[in-house]
């Protein structure tokens, strides 16, 4: 009975998420998951918990399966950019309170793969990446194109925390960024979804806003780019999720051309 009620919660989370993202309606079928809001319906359907299916409660399901940082090592290429990044010293925040450098993690064969800016305070804690309140929601927008974080990988920037969450600096991008190039040429994902402004200026080598990137694809090295707002920011400017869920679908479509 608790386990009912914890999965009918679960459901009741994941439905109002998707509703938020302006998703129409539940299928099955991974084709739609691709298709939607290009057609032009304005009519928004949600179903109700009782029209799901109720044989695979686990696709449903909002905790995320979130990799252990032994899945660092699981290829022979991104060790080696892991033992060269070592303990590292290379900038300013190796003093300024990082308590473990934050590599990345996922397949290292993935064809996509998400950019963000830098560690916070959970992901300095834990040494994974996206793991708090925005991690939470990075993995439901993972899941909500109908893939799991361990089917793509998750890197920043900048791999030490910055106090008190400020702005990474030039200097310390310029330090860093190297490292994530790398982890991109080894990876070689075919599409790249850009967190926020930081990543997507750092892989376009622009100043533009993301206000400004998104809305388009572009290319790193032989990778498709799509630049959209930061899980952080969406958690603060709920009326932009709509938005990120344009660009998610488009990077799906991406991967399924
Ligand atoms: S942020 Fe990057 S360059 Fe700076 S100390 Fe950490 S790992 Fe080294």
């Known amino acids: 009975m608790g386990r009912n009620v914890n999965s009918r919660d679960q459901l009741a989370e994941h439905l109002k998420f998707l509703t938020e993202l302006g998703i129409d309606g539940l299928s099955r079928d991974r084709g739609w998951r691709t298709s939607g809001r290009e057609s032009g319906r304005e009519s928004r359907t949600v179903p109700q918990a009782s029209e799901l299916p109720a044989s695979d409660p686990a696709s449903l399901a909002v905790a995320p399966a979130i990799p252990s940082p032994s899945s660092l090592a699981n290829d022979v290429d991104l060790p080696s950019i892991r033992a060269d990044l070592g303990d590292c010293t290379r900038c300013k925040l190796h003093t300024l309170g990082r308590r473990q450098i934050v590599f990345g993690v996922g397949n290292p064969h993935a064809d996509l793969m998400f950019v963000g800016e830098a560690p916070g305070r959970d992901e300095d804690a834990q040494g994974i990446p996206f793991v708090g309140r925005a991690g939470q929601l990075l993995t439901k927008m993972i899941e909500a194109i109908g893939l799991t974080r361990d089917e793509v990988y998750i890197a920043n920037v900048i791999k030490c925390r910055p106090p008190e969450n400020r702005n990474p600096e030039p200097d310390e991008v310029a330090a860093c960024e190297p490292f994530l190039f790398r982890q991109v040429e080894m990876i070689h994902p075919k599409v790249i979804v850009a967190l926020g402004a930081f990543a997507a200026q750092t892989l376009l080598k622009t100043q533009d806003s993301i206000s400004r990137l998104r809305g388009r ?24 999720k709509r938005d990120a869920w344009e660009d998610l679908k488009k990077a799906k479509s991406l991967l399924d051309g």
């Open 217 to 240: 694809i572009y290319t790193y090295s032989s990778a498709q780019v799509i630049p959209t707002f930061h899980p952080a920011y969406l958690l603060r400017s709920p009326d932009r």
